[in-house]
């Protein structure tokens, strides 16, 4: 089952495919996006890596908290489901 992760205190310059770099050694990714705000396409400085094992999420949220990226250290935690089922 996928288990995705959020990743906040990212770089104005993290991009997808810097984060997913950054996270592939960890096991199969899905997914790794940076949020960006609809108006200015500018990221928000927060993103969400989505990997194929429950094992493998665990393991990179607990190594790669608190870890530089892009020059920032990132906070990294399993994501939560927001009420209503919104997506960004």
């Known amino acids: 089952m996928p288990k995705k ?3 906040g205190g990212l770089a104005w310059k993290t991009d997808d ?3 997913q770099e950054a996270f592939a050694s960890f ?3 899905m997914e790794a996006r940076v949020v960006q705000d609809r108006d200015t ?3 928000r400085g927060f993103g969400f890596v ?3 094992s429950d094992d493998a999420a665990e393991t990179a949220a607990k190594e790669m908290d ?3 990226l892009d020059g ?3 906070r990294v935690d399993v994501a939560r489901e927001q009420p209503g089922g919104r997506r960004s």
């Open 5 to 7: 992760l959020f990743v």
């Open 66 to 68: 608190g870890q530089m």
């Open 41 to 43: 396409g500018r990221s």
């Open 17 to 19: 495919t810097s984060l």
């Open 27 to 29: 096991g199969e990714i």
């Open 50 to 52: 989505t990997f194929t």
């Open 72 to 74: 920032r250290a990132i």
